[in-house]
């Protein structure tokens, strides 16, 4: 085929150019890391990367709603095991108290203790979680839930308990309400019984003289509701610590799932360096041939020779 | 004697002649669109004289051009494939950044938002949780606005360039309609160099229009557009310009002087070059992914306000709409003869498409059609009030009085992503909770719990102290006493204004008590539904979900300017081809013409030689005579 002057110029000149965007992209992608940095150079690439960037955001956040959660069920965990302590001194004050020998004067010394134990019981109910929330609330948690007054302590929580999704899919409950810790406490006889006021009937009947009790056993029975509501808070310990067992393996889950999905999304999007340094040490040994070709081709002339 | 030098002189002449064509391809070599030329040269007959016919001498028969029409045709159809592909790729890849940046994308704050719903599902009385979430609603909103500025801008380029190109095509256009005046007059005598001016001048209109050419008896070409429209007819040029588009003046449309003189608009399909490449961009590029765009914005406002609205804020109100949209966009073509009008809004968001329609009133009844492909789209209602006119998901309530044949363009989704904006500006109106607190009553036998709430009606929510759900059978309940109503499974408790649902199966006798949920709740449960709206299947009927049409929006973007480009890279090389062909054919070679130089040369020196040798021939003759 024939070729024309400017043609053979017009070619050397267009490998050149082709074989420097090929260098451009290549050092582009070593320089960024990706492989590609707008989604016409790998549309179903940069639809699913995107897709991913979203699931690791995400999972960023219900790390972030574990730990918050974590927080306010290890303060019920604590709290928990405090009112259990109490109630152990209780039980301890009323087997103390069973026995015959002892007077009525320390039978009331006792009951004054085990009120000082309600009023602590009260404020365990009304901790808070350090952000203002009180813990066993429900979902009223701006204010104390429990009030104490001569008539008794008063619940103003409620009953709603938040779920928090803490892994993709898997939500856990909040804090439990007050109402399920301290007010409908199971008792001996298969009731419910409020905590409170089974520590007011215990301290009641030590205040009464004992030879005015009007029933000798009441003491026996009181007892027994006092190991049923540590039996329950027992029992609310031992859920809390499964919910806190169950957020450790969504951590767990949560690191092997970011892991996967970084490594797809690496696989996905960055660059492959050993590829990478081959293919531009490809394009540049292309590049200076190209021009070493258009330079020797353009000092070739008939003209010269003449 | 005499023959011997009418020779020697008309072989010097043809060589002179030849050795100044070989100087022209010289100095042309590197002039774009010349093409080589070359002397024929050509014995010339001498006079019977008995033993035979002694030749002449020789004559310059003819100039000749080396080109070739069929490989001009081809370069034609390249140029105008090329123009039409780099508009089309470079205008395309431009959006593609726009839309899939890292930085500046949807995908950024989009993630940022759904991320601050679920912390305030974690912590849902904090006024910090609570305020991130609307600094997120308010970057996305934002963002939305940005892209959609960032897309006017091409849309405007595109306008722009319009203009400017299509007052290009007319100056070559004019100049093709000289040339060929002028070739025309000359005839069989036309300059080589003028032909070849006509041909630059064709591949340049070729290359912004695309161009037909069809050569004429008298040397002159008509030019026609790719869809068959008169550029140039002879010596006469047709005047393309542009007119503003019937149902909006901020758009311009092609258009091309008819026979009458009068403007008439030219479809994409009619043209290719770059003023091609642009109208397509426009008609199958951007407006699409703009619409997208819009359909994105409404259906992640819509879904946002409609959360809002089931569930209470932190004063225990009623939620109030997050984000704020502008109705879909009803435009009336510059000719219609009626004054109707048309108050719109989004009604079916599963059916919203975001493609643009043209709207018809023909006698008495309405029809629609796709803008883009005039496939009609079915239209029910008959516009009033109480029964709008439905037609893609959006509904129309028509005002005024439409003539027959009255067009309007609808464009549902057009102006959303520009106009979104956040509206709360208090972290507590943020509907976190939800509205009802329910409980079971302690001596209930069946499993039924109270599970999900929403407000239907905000009015008469705000009227509900509480109230109470008995089951007067396992079929059966009333609600504070009333009337008996039948229970389906999986169907919610429906009151004055609220929903409840249950989980689990009643039984006889169960009853519920729910109460309006109290200012300063801790609730979470409508912020749930806030932060799963990206999961939610709102679009396409309820099968596409936000997330994901997100990035198949993202993808599709991504796709047209992957297709524009490979398009591109494989007409380059065709067009790299034919140009090595007509160079092949029309290029110049200097060092042929350096051979050529010395061949003439040495010819035209052998030439002055025959010459000297008649003189001398003559001299011997002259010599012999006088003695």
């Known amino acids: ?306 | 004697m005499s023959s011997l030098l009418s020779t020697g002189s008309s072989a010097l002449l043809a060589f002179q002649r030849a050795l100044n064509t070989v100087g022209h391809n010289v100095a042309n070599a590197s002039t774009p669109g010349y093409s080589r030329q070359r002397v024929e040269l050509e014995a010339r007959i001498g006079q019977n004289s008995g033993p035979g016919q002694f030749g002449a001498g020789v004559d310059v028969a003819r100039l000749q051009r080396l080109a070739d029409g069929l490989v001009l045709g081809r370069q034609l159809d390249s140029s105008g494939e090329m123009g039409r592909l780099q508009q089309l790729s470079g205008l395309a890849t431009r959006l593609d950044m726009v839309v899939s940046d890292s930085v500046g994308g949807l995908a950024p704050p989009w993630s940022e938002f759904f991320g601050a719903a679920e912390g305030v599902t974690a912590d849902p009385t904090s006024p910090a949780a609570r305020g991130a979430l609307l600094s997120a609603g308010t970057q996305l909103a934002t963002r939305w606005n940005q892209l959609d500025r960032q897309m006017d801008q091409l849309d405007g380029e595109v306008n722009d360039r319009l203009t400017a190109q299509v007052a290009a095509a007319n100056r070559l256009a004019g100049e093709i309609a000289h040339l060929n005046r002028d070739i025309a007059a000359a005839g069989p005598n036309a300059s080589p160099d003028m032909l070849d001016q006509r041909d630059l001048r064709l591949g340049e209109l070729a290359g912004l229009v695309g161009v037909e050419t069809v050569a004429q008896d008298d040397g002159s070409v008509n030019v026609f557009t790719t869809g068959g429209q008169a550029l140039v007819l002879g010596a006469r040029a047709m005047e393309l310009g542009t007119v503003p588009d019937p149902y909006r003046n901020d758009r311009l449309q092609l258009s091309l002087q008819g026979a009458t003189g009068q403007p008439v608009p030219l479809g994409s399909g009619a043209v290719s070059g770059e003023i091609g490449g642009l109208l397509e961009f426009r008609e199958r590029v951007l407006d699409p992914a703009r619409a997208e765009l819009g359909r994105l914005a409404v259906a992640f406002a819509a879904g946002a306000n409609a959360t809002q609205r089931a569930g209470v804020d932190y004063n225990g109100k009623p939620g109030m709409d997050m984000f704020e949209l502008p109705p879909p966009r009803v435009d009336r073509h510059a000719g219609n003869s009626g004054d109707a009008s048309f108050t719109s809004r989004i009604g079916d968001l599963g059916a919203l498409t975001g493609q643009d329609l043209v709207l018809r009133f023909e006698a008495g009844t309405w029809s629609a059609t796709r803008a883009d492909t005039g496939q009609a789209v079915p239209v029910t209602g008959s516009g009033t009030e109480a029964d709008p006119l439905r037609v893609g998901g959006v509904e129309l309530v028509v005002g005024g009085t439409p003539a027959s044949g009255d067009r309007f363009s609808l464009r549902p989704t057009a102006g959303a992503a520009a106009g979104l904006q956040m509206v709360l500006d208090d972290p507590y109106s943020i509907a976190a909770a939800a509205p009802l607190e329910a409980s079971a009553d302690a001596g209930n036998v069946g499993s039924a719990t109270p599970g999900a709430s929403r407000i239907t009606d905000a009015a008469a929510f705000a009227g509900l102290a509480g109230a109470r759900i008995e089951f007067i059978d396992a079929g059966h309940y009333t609600i504070d006493g009333g009337a008996p109503i039948a229970w389906e499974p999986g169907q919610p408790i429906r009151g004055d204004g609220w929903e409840l649902d249950l989980d689990g199966t009643p039984a006889a006798d169960d009853s519920f008590t729910i109460t309006a949920t109290p200012p300063r709740s801790a609730d979470n449960a409508n912020a749930r539904q806030l932060a799963a709206l990206d999961e939610l299947d709102l679009l396409a009927g309820g099968t596409l979900d936000l997330g994901t049409a997100l990035a198949q929006f993202t993808g599709k973007v991504g796709g047209d300017a992957r297709h524009a480009g490979l398009a591109l890279e494989a007409q380059t090389a065709i067009d790299t081809q034919v140009t090595a062909e007509r160079e092949s054919i029309s290029g110049v070679n200097l060092d042929e013409e350096a051979a050529n130089l010395l061949r003439y040369q040495q010819a035209y020196m052998a030439a002055a030689q025959v010459i000297a040798t008649a003189d001398t021939l003559f001299q011997s003759l002259l010599g012999a005579v006088r003695r």
């Open chain 1, 1 to 306: 085929m024939r070729i024309s002057t400017a043609g053979m110029h017009l070619q050397s000149l267009q490998s050149m150019l082709q074989r420097q965007t090929g260098l451009a992209r290549t050092s582009e992608q070593m320089s960024s890391g990706v492989k590609f940095s707008r989604a016409g150079q790998d549309p179903a690439g940069a639809t699913a990367a995107q897709r991913l960037d979203h699931a690791l955001a995400s999972l960023g956040q219900l790390g972030k709603n574990a730990g918050t959660l974590q927080h306010r069920l290890e303060l019920q965990e604590h709290a928990i095991t405090d009112a259990g302590d109490r109630l152990s001194r209780v039980r301890d004050l009323v087997i103390g108290a069973s026995n015959g020998a002892m007077s009525d004067h320390d039978r009331a010394m006792s009951a004054i203790e085990i009120r000082q134990i309600r009023e602590e019981l009260v404020s365990i109910g009304n901790r808070q979680d350090g952000s203002g929330r009180a813990l066993f609330a429900g979902t009223r948690d701006s204010g104390a839930p429990f009030t104490l007054d001569n008539n008794g302590v008063t619940y103003s929580g409620n009953e709603g308990r938040n779920s928090v999704e803490v892994a993709p899919g898997l939500a856990l409950a909040d804090t439990d309400p007050g109402s399920t810790v301290f007010t409908r406490v199971p008792t001996a006889d298969g009731g419910e019984r409020d905590v409170f006021a089974t520590l007011a009937a215990i301290a009641d009947a030590l205040e009464t003289p004992r030879d005015q009790l009007a029933d000798p056993d009441v003491l026996q029975g009181l007892q027994a509701d006092l190991d049923s509501a540590q039996e329950h808070l027992r029992s609310l310990r031992a859920g809390t610590g499964a919910r806190l067992a169950t957020l450790e393996n969504a951590a767990e889950s949560r690191g092997a799932s970011e892991l996967a999905l970084k490594t797809t999304l690496s696989d996905l999007r960055d660059t492959d360096y050993a590829d990478a340094a081959t293919r531009f040490a490809m394009q540049l040994t292309a590049l200076e041939s190209a021009q070493l070709v258009a330079s020797r081709m353009q000092g070739l002339s008939l003209f010269n020779k003449l």
